[in-house]
């Protein structure tokens, strides 16, 4: 479901939810929580953005969104919990030296030598318990859509010679983490674009999927890393 689409199919079914309340009446106004819960996140997708949800530089969400929000909140840990169970697949795979690719876990269950996270979730907080010594990055994303371009390849080219492990992830580690993790495979020269990148993902961990948008933000990094290298040999 596009972008669009999912926005309106939350504000329908949060209008639909007031309808019920209000044609009820009495217990039945409980729905209005959610109701304008989904709502909000369905204005963020038509265009507020990932600053929906209130994720802030650290990782947490602001209190008064988050509780705003709580509802979708719920849905969102459950179904993530859902599909790992769903899947029965494993919450990270290593996709390149020093570069892991997966779902959105528990401290203890992370790769244990990773000294690196990317947090690509706008709708969780950050892990919970990561020591000092682990840098936290984030890059709020809606589920199902592309990072913002230019932090992302900000970000990126940041890491892309950075020696300590990354541990890239999203809630599942199919689509906004995988387009980052991409886009580093793109950077460290073992992909040359998006398809490539994500063939070599794929292979690693099958349910990678990127859609039209996350490869479109890969390939426009691909070709200014190509740009880059190309002045840098011309001037050599």
Do not use: N
Not at 31 to 56: C, D, E, M, N, T
Not at 145 to 150: H, I, L, N, S
Not at 179 to 184: S, T
């Amino acid at each position: 479901m596009g972008r669009i689409r999912f926005g309106w199919a939350q504000i329908v079914l949060g209008l639909a939810l007031l309808a019920c309340a209000a044609w009820l009446g009495g217990p039945a106004w409980i729905v209005a929580w959610p109701a304008i819960a989904v709502i909000a996140v369905g204005i963020g997708y038509l265009g507020v953005g990932p600053r929906i949800f209130g994720k802030r530089d650290d990782g947490s969400l602001h209190p008064v969104i988050s509780t705003v929000l709580l509802p979708y909140h719920v849905v969102a840990f459950l179904r993530m919990h859902w599909d790992a169970v769903r899947h029965a697949e494993a919450p990270w795979h290593r996709v390149a030296d020093g570069l892991y690719l997966g779902r959105r876990t528990p401290r203890a269950a992370m790769p244990a030598d990773a000294r690196v996270v990317v947090d690509l979730t706008a709708e969780l907080p950050r892990i919970a318990g990561l020591p000092p010594e682990i840098r936290y990055h984030v890059i709020p994303t809606l589920d199902a859509t592309a990072p913002a371009y230019e932090p992302f390849a900000a970000l990126a080219s940041a890491l892309a010679d950075e020696p300590a492990p990354i541990f890239v992830h999203c809630a599942a580690g199919h689509g906004r983490s995988a387009a980052f993790a991409a886009a580093l495979v793109v950077a460290r020269g073992l992909a040359s674009d998006a398809i490539e990148a994500e063939r070599l993902l794929e292979r690693v961990r099958p349910l990678v999927r990127l859609d039209r948008e996350q490869r479109e933000v890969v390939d426009r990094f691909a070709r200014a890393r190509g740009g880059q290298r190309s002045v840098a040999g011309s001037r050599a």
